[in-house]
């Protein structure tokens, strides 16, 4: 083979133009860059796909897991809906419904154990002495 350029080509080549014999610099260069921007994006999606439970868990909402468990399922099936409604349910917040309802219930609870100037068994430091119950509670000897 001979070296010399044909003598209709230029002699000035540009210097994307792979020479005959050695590596294409070029394409080299854009693979080494398609990697990194294939590598960079894949990143961005999987923080963008994961917004929704990183905000449900900074602000301690008690959706956390239901939001987590939509964010998986629509890593999984591609439904688009899935993040959404996570999103939305990360961004609202939701009532605290449990703590006052706990709360009355103990109210309550403690309500149905005490009974108006009564004495509960738990006040005393002993055990109850026997009470008499029945008709013969309240009778008197009464001898007219």
Do not use: C
Request: no cysteine.
């Amino acid at each position: 083979m001979n070296d010399q350029l044909h003598p209709m080509a230029p002699h000035h080549l540009p210097f994307y133009l792979a020479p005959g014999s050695g590596t294409d610099t070029l394409m080299v260069v854009m693979g080494i860059f398609l990697i990194g921007t294939v590598l960079w994006v894949g990143t961005l999606y999987w923080k963008l796909h994961s917004l929704p439970e990183r905000m449900a868990h900074k602000s301690q909402k008690l959706q956390f897991e239901f939001v987590a468990v939509l964010g998986l399922i629509s890593l999984f099936t591609h439904m688009h809906v899935f993040w959404v409604a996570g999103l939305l349910l990360a961004l609202i917040d939701l009532p605290d419904f449990g703590t006052p309802m706990r709360s009355i219930a103990d109210s309550v609870e403690k309500i149905a154990d005490a009974t108006p100037g009564a004495v509960s068994e738990a006040d005393l430091p002993g055990p109850l002495p026997p009470q008499q119950t029945g008709p013969a509670k309240g009778r008197e000897h009464n001898h007219v």
